[in-house]
T-cell receptor, first 113, second 110 residues
Framework: DGGITQSPKYLFRKEGQNVTLSCEQNLNHDAMYWYRQDPGQGLRLIYYSQIVNDFQKGDIAEGYSVSREKKESFPLTVTSAQKNPTAFYLC????????????FGQGTRLTVV | KQEVTQIPAALSVPEGENLVLNCSFTDSAIYNLQWFRQDPGKGLTSLLLIQSSQREQTSGRLNASLDKSSGRSTLYIAASQPGDSATYLCGNTNAGKSTFGDGTTLTVKP
């Protein structure tokens, strides 16, 4: 089945640790995105990539880093510089064309312990 | 910068009722308007995508309309069912990159 897979579903981070969230898609989409969702709020864009080996900062990129070495993969690293990382993280992909539908993974819930 | 607002934030209705969810946006130069459903602790499921050249889209009991001139979109749900209970988000989507509202949490009571 085609889709977007995020792993792990739940992740716990100690203070000062970096953690990496995985996002893989087999939809042959060029564009991939990372969003953060806090309780009762909409989604805020962290980073996005419209093509392999290229990515841009979104609205809240500070404390996060990404890579796009393969078309199907777009991992997000939450660094120790992110002061309030506890949130629900969602990965999405689209064909990258102007008129295009966005598809989402099932999310990773990150908690700082 | 595009801003998207959804009203109301929460809505509770009895089963069988028809209802409308509202989405407004500040920049009429949008490309697509996409409606999503989100169940607790889950990702977003795409319901309907309205291209900027279209005025509405329908899927089953769902109908979404788009009025760019007024900066509004509505999601109409006919004959609501308890299984429709979820949070509904709208997103102004440009090349897949979206600006989202905070969502409307719908509860349909049996």
């Amino acid at each position: 089945d085609g889709g977007i897979t995020q792993s792990p579903k739940y992740l716990f981070r100690k203070e000062g640790q970096n953690v990496t969230l995985s996002c893989e898609q087999n939809l042959n989409h060029d564009a991939m995105y990372w969003y953060r969702q806090d309780p009762g709020q909409g989604l805020r864009l962290i980073y996005y990539s419209q093509i392999v080996n290229d990515f841009q900062k979104g609205d809240i990129a500070e404390g996060y880093s990404v890579s796009r070495e393969k078309k199907e993969s777009f991992p997000l690293t939450v660094t120790s510089a992110q002061k309030n990382p506890t949130a629900f993280y969602l990965c999405a992909s689209s064909s990258g064309q102007i008129i295009t539908e966005a598809f989402f993974g099932q999310g990773t819930r990150l908690t700082v312990v | 910068k595009q801003e998207v607002t959804q009203i109301p934030a929460a809505l509770s209705v009895p089963e069988g009722e028809n209802l409308v969810l509202n989405c407004s946006f500040t920049d009429s130069a949008i490309y697509n308007l996409q409606w999503f459903r989100q169940d607790p602790g889950k990702g977003l499921t795409s319901l309907l995508l309205i291209q900027s050249s279209q005025r509405e889209q329908t899927s089953g009991r769902l109908n979404a309309s788009l009025d760019k001139s007024s900066g509004r979109s509505t999601l109409y749900i006919a004959a609501s069912q308890p299984g429709d209970s979820a949070t509904y988000l709208c997103g102004n989507t440009n090349a897949g990159k979206s600006t989202f509202g905070d969502g409307t949490t719908l509860t349909v009571k049996p």
